[in-house]
Protein backbone atom coordinates (compact mmCIF):
# COMPACT_ATOMS: atom_id res chain seq x y z
CA UNK A 1 0.00 0.00 0.00
CA UNK A 2 1.20 3.61 -0.98
CA UNK A 3 -0.01 6.71 -0.30
CA UNK A 4 0.18 10.27 -1.92
CA UNK A 5 2.20 12.99 0.24
CA UNK A 6 0.82 16.47 0.36
CA UNK A 7 2.10 20.08 1.75
CA UNK A 8 -0.77 20.72 3.87
CA UNK A 9 0.24 23.91 5.28
CA UNK A 10 3.50 26.29 5.97
CA UNK A 11 4.79 28.59 8.62
CA UNK A 12 6.97 31.17 8.92
CA UNK A 13 8.45 32.89 11.97
CA UNK A 14 10.15 36.09 11.56
CA UNK A 15 12.31 37.66 14.05
CA UNK A 16 11.36 40.70 15.51
CA UNK A 17 14.56 43.12 14.95
CA UNK A 18 15.95 43.41 11.07
CA UNK A 19 18.88 45.27 10.37
CA UNK A 20 19.05 47.28 7.29
CA UNK A 21 22.53 48.25 4.49
CA UNK A 22 23.05 51.40 6.12
CA UNK A 23 22.93 50.03 9.46
CA UNK A 24 25.49 46.88 8.65
CA UNK A 25 28.11 49.32 6.45
CA UNK A 26 27.75 51.83 9.01
CA UNK A 27 28.16 49.31 12.20
CA UNK A 28 31.15 47.78 9.90
CA UNK A 29 33.24 50.93 8.68
CA UNK A 30 33.26 51.88 11.96
CA UNK A 31 34.55 48.18 12.87
CA UNK A 32 37.27 49.15 10.34
CA UNK A 33 37.87 52.11 11.45
CA UNK A 34 38.62 50.85 14.71
CA UNK A 35 40.65 47.98 13.47
CA UNK A 36 43.18 49.92 10.95
CA UNK A 37 43.76 52.39 13.96
CA UNK A 38 44.75 49.49 16.89
CA UNK A 39 46.50 48.34 13.41
CA UNK A 40 47.99 51.29 12.24
CA UNK A 41 51.99 50.63 12.84
CA UNK A 42 51.94 46.96 11.82
CA UNK A 43 49.92 48.52 8.68
CA UNK A 44 52.37 50.30 8.08
CA UNK A 45 55.01 48.22 8.15
CA UNK A 46 52.91 45.84 6.08
CA UNK A 47 52.24 42.91 8.56
CA UNK A 48 48.85 43.61 8.77
CA UNK A 49 46.86 44.43 5.48
CA UNK A 50 44.49 47.36 6.36
CA UNK A 51 40.48 46.71 6.38
CA UNK A 52 38.11 48.35 3.57
CA UNK A 53 34.90 49.89 3.81
CA UNK A 54 31.98 48.12 2.51
CA UNK A 55 29.27 50.01 0.51
CA UNK A 56 25.41 50.09 0.48
CA UNK A 57 25.51 50.12 -3.39
CA UNK A 58 27.94 47.30 -3.84
CA UNK A 59 25.60 44.86 -1.22
CA UNK A 60 22.22 45.93 -3.12
CA UNK A 61 24.17 45.45 -6.53
CA UNK A 62 25.93 41.97 -6.08
CA UNK A 63 23.39 40.71 -4.04
CA UNK A 64 19.72 42.36 -4.38
CA UNK A 65 19.71 42.35 -0.55
CA UNK A 66 18.65 45.52 1.40
CA UNK A 67 18.03 44.05 4.80
CA UNK A 68 18.30 40.73 6.92
CA UNK A 69 15.78 39.89 10.57
CA UNK A 70 18.42 39.00 13.57
CA UNK A 71 17.60 37.29 16.46
CA UNK A 72 20.00 39.87 18.37
CA UNK A 73 20.47 43.01 16.48
CA UNK A 74 22.89 45.27 19.24
CA UNK A 75 25.81 42.38 19.37
CA UNK A 76 25.91 42.20 15.46
CA UNK A 77 25.95 46.36 15.34
CA UNK A 78 27.99 46.81 17.76
CA UNK A 79 31.51 47.55 16.59
CA UNK A 80 33.07 46.13 19.58
CA UNK A 81 31.41 42.55 19.51
CA UNK A 82 30.12 42.61 16.26
CA UNK A 83 28.19 38.74 16.52
CA UNK A 84 24.60 38.18 18.26
CA UNK A 85 24.96 37.81 21.66
CA UNK A 86 22.41 35.01 22.70
CA UNK A 87 21.36 34.12 26.57
CA UNK A 88 23.04 30.77 27.19
CA UNK A 89 19.48 29.02 27.65
CA UNK A 90 19.03 27.18 31.35
CA UNK A 91 19.04 23.58 30.43
CA UNK A 92 14.97 22.95 31.76
CA UNK A 93 14.16 25.87 29.31
CA UNK A 94 13.11 25.77 25.91
CA UNK A 95 16.64 26.66 23.44
CA UNK A 96 16.42 29.53 20.54
CA UNK A 97 15.90 26.99 17.80
CA UNK A 98 13.19 25.11 19.04
CA UNK A 99 11.21 28.28 19.96
CA UNK A 100 11.60 29.64 16.96
CA UNK A 101 10.44 26.39 14.94
CA UNK A 102 7.71 26.33 17.22
CA UNK A 103 6.44 29.36 16.20
CA UNK A 104 6.51 28.36 12.24
CA UNK A 105 5.40 24.82 13.11
CA UNK A 106 2.07 26.37 14.68
CA UNK A 107 1.50 28.81 11.67
CA UNK A 108 1.98 25.36 9.30
CA UNK A 109 -0.27 23.59 11.83
CA UNK A 110 -2.99 26.24 11.78
CA UNK A 111 -3.03 26.73 8.01
CA UNK A 112 -3.80 22.84 7.77
CA UNK A 113 -5.91 22.99 10.39
CA UNK A 114 -4.16 20.35 12.14
CA UNK A 115 -3.26 19.43 16.15
CA UNK A 116 0.35 18.30 17.52
CA UNK A 117 -2.05 15.35 18.47
CA UNK A 118 -2.32 15.00 14.75
CA UNK A 119 1.22 14.82 13.81
CA UNK A 120 3.64 11.50 13.90
CA UNK A 121 7.04 13.14 13.19
CA UNK A 122 9.20 15.90 13.56
CA UNK A 123 12.19 16.67 11.08
CA UNK A 124 14.33 19.23 12.05
CA UNK A 125 16.56 20.40 8.90
CA UNK A 126 18.58 23.33 8.84
CA UNK A 127 22.49 24.39 8.72
CA UNK A 128 23.71 24.39 11.97
CA UNK A 129 22.32 22.93 15.06
CA UNK A 130 22.94 24.46 18.96
CA UNK A 131 24.15 21.24 20.37
CA UNK A 132 24.92 17.91 19.55
CA UNK A 133 22.49 16.14 21.40
CA UNK A 134 19.57 15.68 22.14
CA UNK A 135 18.27 16.20 18.78
CA UNK A 136 16.93 19.65 18.51
CA UNK A 137 13.67 17.78 16.62
CA UNK A 138 12.78 15.81 19.78
CA UNK A 139 12.70 19.12 21.79
CA UNK A 140 10.55 20.25 19.37
CA UNK A 141 8.24 17.65 19.41
CA UNK A 142 8.09 17.57 22.98
CA UNK A 143 7.42 21.05 22.88
CA UNK A 144 4.39 20.58 20.62
CA UNK A 145 3.50 17.58 22.31
CA UNK A 146 3.72 15.48 19.51
CA UNK A 147 3.96 11.76 19.92
CA UNK A 148 6.17 9.48 17.99
CA UNK A 149 9.64 10.66 17.39
CA UNK A 150 11.66 13.36 15.78
CA UNK A 151 15.00 13.97 13.85
CA UNK A 152 17.44 16.36 13.05
CA UNK A 153 19.32 16.84 9.96
CA UNK A 154 21.48 19.05 7.71
CA UNK A 155 22.19 19.37 4.54
CA UNK A 156 23.08 22.87 4.97
CA UNK A 157 21.09 25.60 2.25
CA UNK A 158 19.14 22.20 0.92
CA UNK A 159 18.11 21.14 4.27
CA UNK A 160 14.38 21.92 3.38
CA UNK A 161 14.30 20.45 0.61
CA UNK A 162 15.87 17.02 1.70
CA UNK A 163 14.19 17.38 4.90
CA UNK A 164 10.63 17.78 2.64
CA UNK A 165 11.60 14.32 0.59
CA UNK A 166 12.18 12.41 3.53
CA UNK A 167 8.78 13.03 4.70
CA UNK A 168 6.89 12.59 1.61
CA UNK A 169 8.68 9.03 1.44
CA UNK A 170 7.52 8.43 5.35
CA UNK A 171 4.34 9.34 4.13
CA UNK A 172 4.36 7.42 0.53
CA UNK A 173 5.56 4.12 2.87
CA UNK A 174 3.13 4.50 5.35
CA UNK A 175 5.70 4.65 8.14
CA UNK A 176 3.92 7.98 9.63
CA UNK A 177 0.52 9.56 8.76
CA UNK A 178 2.08 13.22 8.08
CA UNK A 179 5.56 14.68 9.32
CA UNK A 180 6.46 18.49 10.35
CA UNK A 181 9.89 19.56 8.66
CA UNK A 182 10.99 22.54 10.77
CA UNK A 183 13.94 25.17 9.57
CA UNK A 184 15.09 26.93 12.11
CA UNK A 185 18.19 29.19 10.83
CA UNK A 186 20.30 31.30 12.92
CA UNK A 187 22.12 32.11 10.05
CA UNK A 188 23.98 35.22 12.27
CA UNK A 189 25.48 33.07 14.55
CA UNK A 190 27.73 31.39 12.06
CA UNK A 191 28.21 34.63 9.94
CA UNK A 192 31.16 36.37 10.19
CA UNK A 193 30.11 40.17 10.62
CA UNK A 194 34.07 41.23 10.64
CA UNK A 195 34.58 40.37 6.74
CA UNK A 196 33.11 42.51 4.11
CA UNK A 197 33.07 39.62 1.71
CA UNK A 198 30.19 38.33 3.13
CA UNK A 199 29.10 40.32 6.57
CA UNK A 200 25.57 41.72 4.09
CA UNK A 201 25.01 37.72 3.26
CA UNK A 202 22.41 36.20 5.90
CA UNK A 203 19.77 36.74 8.28
CA UNK A 204 17.83 34.62 10.59
CA UNK A 205 14.52 32.86 10.44
CA UNK A 206 12.59 29.98 10.89
CA UNK A 207 10.34 27.89 8.42
CA UNK A 208 7.57 24.76 8.24
CA UNK A 209 5.57 22.63 6.28
CA UNK A 210 3.30 19.93 7.58
CA UNK A 211 3.21 16.87 4.98
CA UNK A 212 0.53 14.64 5.21
CA UNK A 213 -1.24 12.17 3.11
CA UNK A 214 -3.17 13.48 0.07
CA UNK A 215 -6.47 12.07 0.86
CA UNK A 216 -6.32 13.82 4.84
CA UNK A 217 -5.66 17.06 3.88
CA UNK A 218 -8.87 19.42 5.29
CA UNK A 219 -8.55 22.43 2.59
CA UNK A 220 -6.36 23.29 -0.12
CA UNK A 221 -3.01 21.43 -0.46
CA UNK A 222 -0.03 21.06 -2.81
CA UNK A 223 0.32 17.90 -4.09
CA UNK A 224 4.02 16.68 -4.02
CA UNK A 225 4.06 15.17 -7.44
CA UNK A 226 7.66 14.11 -7.26
CA UNK A 227 11.18 14.75 -5.57
CA UNK A 228 15.10 15.01 -6.30
CA UNK A 229 18.02 15.35 -4.14
CA UNK A 230 21.70 15.25 -5.24
CA UNK A 231 25.38 16.15 -3.59
CA UNK A 232 28.96 16.88 -5.09
CA UNK A 233 31.56 17.24 -2.72
CA UNK A 234 33.07 20.86 -2.54
CA UNK A 235 35.26 23.05 0.12
CA UNK A 236 33.66 26.20 -1.39
CA UNK A 237 31.08 26.97 1.14
CA UNK A 238 32.30 25.70 4.47
CA UNK A 239 32.33 25.88 8.09
CA UNK A 240 34.51 24.42 10.26
CA UNK A 241 32.83 25.02 13.41
CA UNK A 242 29.73 23.78 13.26
CA UNK A 243 27.85 24.93 16.24
CA UNK A 244 26.34 27.95 16.54
CA UNK A 245 29.17 31.11 18.05
CA UNK A 246 27.42 32.62 21.86
CA UNK A 247 30.28 33.89 22.53
CA UNK A 248 34.07 33.87 22.57
CA UNK A 249 35.06 32.78 25.89
CA UNK A 250 38.32 33.46 26.99
CA UNK A 251 40.66 30.18 26.11
CA UNK A 252 38.90 29.45 22.65
CA UNK A 253 40.91 30.20 20.05
CA UNK A 254 38.94 32.84 17.05
CA UNK A 255 39.98 31.16 14.14
CA UNK A 256 38.21 32.61 10.70
CA UNK A 257 37.08 29.18 10.01
CA UNK A 258 35.30 28.21 12.63
CA UNK A 259 32.63 30.90 10.93
CA UNK A 260 31.08 30.91 7.67
CA UNK A 261 33.85 30.51 4.72
CA UNK A 262 33.38 30.34 0.84
CA UNK A 263 34.81 31.00 -2.52
CA UNK A 264 31.52 33.14 -3.60
CA UNK A 265 32.93 34.24 -7.43
CA UNK A 266 33.02 29.97 -7.35
CA UNK A 267 30.23 29.17 -6.05
CA UNK A 268 28.36 31.97 -8.62
CA UNK A 269 29.91 29.89 -11.21
CA UNK A 270 29.52 26.25 -10.42
CA UNK A 271 26.00 26.43 -8.85
CA UNK A 272 24.56 28.12 -11.63
CA UNK A 273 24.69 25.05 -14.46
CA UNK A 274 24.27 22.38 -11.55
CA UNK A 275 21.38 23.96 -10.41
CA UNK A 276 19.40 24.79 -14.19
CA UNK A 277 20.49 21.47 -14.84
CA UNK A 278 19.06 19.45 -11.59
CA UNK A 279 15.52 21.44 -12.53
CA UNK A 280 15.33 21.24 -16.48
CA UNK A 281 16.70 16.94 -16.19
CA UNK A 282 13.93 16.57 -13.32
CA UNK A 283 11.19 18.42 -14.89
CA UNK A 284 11.98 16.02 -18.12
CA UNK A 285 12.02 12.68 -16.57
CA UNK A 286 8.76 13.90 -14.68
CA UNK A 287 7.42 14.50 -17.99
CA UNK A 288 6.25 18.01 -16.84
CA UNK A 289 7.06 20.36 -19.71
CA UNK A 290 8.79 23.57 -18.21
CA UNK A 291 5.74 25.24 -20.35
CA UNK A 292 3.66 24.02 -17.37
CA UNK A 293 5.76 25.78 -14.68
CA UNK A 294 3.27 28.10 -12.72
CA UNK A 295 6.25 29.02 -10.25
CA UNK A 296 9.08 28.40 -8.92
CA UNK A 297 10.60 28.94 -5.13
CA UNK A 298 13.77 28.98 -5.65
CA UNK A 299 16.68 29.40 -2.61
CA UNK A 300 17.24 32.75 -1.80
CA UNK A 301 20.91 33.50 -1.67
CA UNK A 302 21.31 35.95 -4.85
CA UNK A 303 19.14 37.70 -6.86
CA UNK A 304 21.59 37.39 -9.76
CA UNK A 305 21.82 33.94 -9.76
CA UNK A 306 17.75 33.29 -9.39
CA UNK A 307 17.13 35.37 -12.43
CA UNK A 308 19.84 33.20 -14.19
CA UNK A 309 17.94 30.03 -13.07
CA UNK A 310 14.62 30.95 -13.47
CA UNK A 311 15.49 32.17 -17.30
CA UNK A 312 17.26 29.01 -17.83
CA UNK A 313 14.40 26.76 -16.75
CA UNK A 314 11.86 28.69 -18.24
CA UNK A 315 13.34 29.77 -21.21
CA UNK A 316 12.56 33.34 -20.94
CA UNK A 317 12.63 36.16 -17.92
CA UNK A 318 10.30 35.46 -15.96
CA UNK A 319 7.40 37.30 -15.57
CA UNK A 320 6.80 39.29 -12.38
CA UNK A 321 5.77 36.54 -9.57
CA UNK A 322 6.72 33.67 -11.57
CA UNK A 323 9.70 33.55 -9.39
CA UNK A 324 9.41 35.65 -6.14
CA UNK A 325 12.10 37.06 -4.57
CA UNK A 326 11.99 37.73 -0.48
CA UNK A 327 15.85 38.16 -0.30
CA UNK A 328 16.00 41.50 -0.55
CA UNK A 329 14.20 41.85 2.76
CA UNK A 330 15.26 38.56 4.23
CA UNK A 331 18.99 38.18 2.77
CA UNK A 332 20.12 34.43 2.66
CA UNK A 333 18.25 32.05 5.73
CA UNK A 334 19.88 29.43 4.04
CA UNK A 335 17.19 26.39 4.15
CA UNK A 336 14.54 28.37 4.88
CA UNK A 337 14.48 30.51 2.23
CA UNK A 338 12.78 28.60 -0.68
CA UNK A 339 9.93 27.74 1.82
CA UNK A 340 9.09 31.54 2.41
CA UNK A 341 9.04 32.33 -0.65
CA UNK A 342 6.73 29.48 -0.94
CA UNK A 343 4.76 29.97 2.24
CA UNK A 344 4.16 33.75 1.54
CA UNK A 345 3.79 33.49 -2.62
CA UNK A 346 1.86 30.05 -2.87
CA UNK A 347 -1.86 30.77 -1.92
CA UNK A 348 -3.31 32.40 -5.21
CA UNK A 349 -2.37 29.74 -7.45
CA UNK A 350 -5.11 27.53 -8.93
CA UNK A 351 -6.52 23.95 -8.68
CA UNK A 352 -3.99 22.00 -11.23
CA UNK A 353 -1.25 24.96 -11.22
CA UNK A 354 1.91 22.87 -10.92
CA UNK A 355 5.16 24.82 -8.80
CA UNK A 356 8.53 24.17 -8.18
CA UNK A 357 10.51 24.38 -5.04
CA UNK A 358 14.18 24.32 -5.15
CA UNK A 359 16.77 24.64 -2.93
CA UNK A 360 20.59 24.72 -3.44
CA UNK A 361 24.19 25.56 -1.80
CA UNK A 362 26.69 23.67 0.79
CA UNK A 363 27.78 20.52 -0.21
CA UNK A 364 27.09 21.36 -2.77
CA UNK A 365 23.66 20.02 -2.99
CA UNK A 366 20.52 20.51 -4.64
CA UNK A 367 16.95 19.58 -3.81
CA UNK A 368 13.50 19.81 -5.93
CA UNK A 369 10.19 19.02 -5.33
CA UNK A 370 7.70 19.78 -7.89
CA UNK A 371 4.49 20.65 -6.40
CA UNK A 372 0.78 20.49 -7.84
CA UNK A 373 -1.87 23.28 -6.26
CA UNK A 374 -5.31 21.10 -5.26
CA UNK A 375 -8.30 23.79 -4.14
N1 LIG B 1 31.52 46.43 -0.05
C1 LIG B 1 32.25 46.96 -1.04
N2 LIG B 1 33.03 46.24 -1.85
C2 LIG B 1 33.10 44.91 -1.64
C3 LIG B 1 32.37 44.28 -0.61
C4 LIG B 1 31.56 45.10 0.20
N3 LIG B 1 30.83 44.59 1.22
N4 LIG B 1 32.62 42.96 -0.64
C5 LIG B 1 33.47 42.75 -1.65
N5 LIG B 1 33.78 43.95 -2.25
C6 LIG B 1 34.70 44.16 -3.37
C7 LIG B 1 35.75 43.06 -3.47
O1 LIG B 1 36.83 43.32 -2.62
C8 LIG B 1 36.12 43.11 -4.93
O2 LIG B 1 37.02 44.16 -5.14
P1 LIG B 1 38.20 44.01 -6.22
O3 LIG B 1 37.50 43.81 -7.52
O4 LIG B 1 38.93 45.30 -6.08
O5 LIG B 1 38.98 42.82 -5.78
C9 LIG B 1 34.81 43.48 -5.63
O6 LIG B 1 33.99 44.10 -4.60
C10 LIG B 1 34.08 42.27 -6.18
O7 LIG B 1 34.05 41.26 -5.15
P2 LIG B 1 33.56 39.79 -5.40
O8 LIG B 1 33.66 39.00 -4.13
O9 LIG B 1 34.26 39.23 -6.60
O10 LIG B 1 32.01 40.08 -5.70
P3 LIG B 1 30.94 39.27 -6.49
O11 LIG B 1 30.45 40.10 -7.60
O12 LIG B 1 31.37 37.88 -6.79
O13 LIG B 1 29.72 39.17 -5.41
C11 LIG B 1 28.81 37.57 -3.85
C12 LIG B 1 29.93 38.56 -4.16
C13 LIG B 1 29.17 36.81 -2.60
C14 LIG B 1 27.52 38.37 -3.60
C15 LIG B 1 28.62 36.62 -5.03
O14 LIG B 1 29.85 36.03 -5.39
C16 LIG B 1 27.63 35.52 -4.75
O15 LIG B 1 26.47 35.74 -4.50
N6 LIG B 1 28.07 34.25 -4.82
C17 LIG B 1 27.24 33.12 -4.54
C18 LIG B 1 26.98 33.11 -3.09
C19 LIG B 1 26.14 31.97 -2.63
O16 LIG B 1 25.19 31.57 -3.23
N7 LIG B 1 26.50 31.43 -1.53
C20 LIG B 1 25.78 30.42 -0.95
C21 LIG B 1 25.82 30.65 0.49
S1 LIG B 1 24.85 29.44 1.24
Not at 245 to 269: A, H, I, L, Y
Not at 315 to 336: D, F, K, W
Not at 365 to 374: D, K, N, Y
Request: hydrophobic share 40%; aromatic share 6%; net charge negative.
Amino acid sequence: MSYSPAITGAGVYTPVESISNAELVEAFNAYADKFNAENAVAIAAGDVEAKDHSSEDFILKASGIESRYVMDKSGVLNPDIMYPQMRQRQDDEPGIMAEMAVDAARKALAQAGRKPSDVDAVICAASNMERAYPAVAIEIQDLLGIDGFAFDMNVACSSATFGIQAAADMVRSGSVRSALVVNPEICSGHLEWRDRDCHFIFGDVATATLIEREEDAKGPRFDILSTRCATSFSNNIRNNNGFLRRSRPDGVKDRRDMQFMQNGRKVFKEVLPLVSQHISTHLQEEGVPHTQLKRLWLHQANKQMNDFIGKKVLGRTPAPGEQPNILQEYANTSSAGSIIAFSQNSEDLSEGDVGLICSFGAGYSVGSVIVQRRA
